[in-house]
């Protein structure tokens, strides 16, 4: 069993860390670019979809507040957060395995969030929380 599983667009992809989740969506280099290049990278993949879901962009890197998390809106400030920020606006459904601690860490009540299943969370329902948490508001 897989510690992620992401469906979009009908596609279902199985990925057992973060690294492979951040090269299937931000290509197989991304690990190998600058810091520079990475955030030009994280952004004009966060713009794309930002401008086809017709959302605003924050970008916690150019010193942008998130008002209201629970705003529909797609959030630049790292690979964990924009893979987020797709799962919050469901063009990505994320699935995670209860026991691999990869977006929801130890220290989340996991009993209480939506499952799948016995073994999977949806992360989708709890992506705004998860934001907070990271972006630290």
């Keep these: 069993m ?3 599983v992401i469906v979009e667009n009908d596609e279902k992809y199985c990925f057992e860390n973060i690294k492979e989740i951040v090269k299937q969506f931000l290509g197989e280099d991304f690990y190998n670019l600058n810091e520079e290049e990475k955030y030009k990278r994280l952004r004009l993949r ?3 979809n930002a401008s086809f ?4 962009l924050i970008d916690i890197k150019k010193g942008e507040k998130v008002k209201d998390i629970e705003k529909d809106q797609y959030i630049i400030y790292d690979e964990e957060a924009f893979l987020l920020s797709l799962a919050k606006n469901n063009d990505i459904v994320i699935y995670e395995k209860i026991s691999s601690n990869i977006f929801l860490k130890n220290n989340i009540d996991k009993e209480r969030l939506k499952k799948l299943d016995d073994n999977y969370i949806i ?3 709890c992506a ?3 934001l907070k948490n990271k972006l630290g508001i």
């Design 2 to 4: 897989n510690n992620i």
């Design 53 to 56: 879901n017709k959302l605003p």
């Design 46 to 48: 966060t713009m794309r």
């Design 123 to 125: 992360i989708n329902f």
């Design 128 to 130: 705004n929380s998860l």
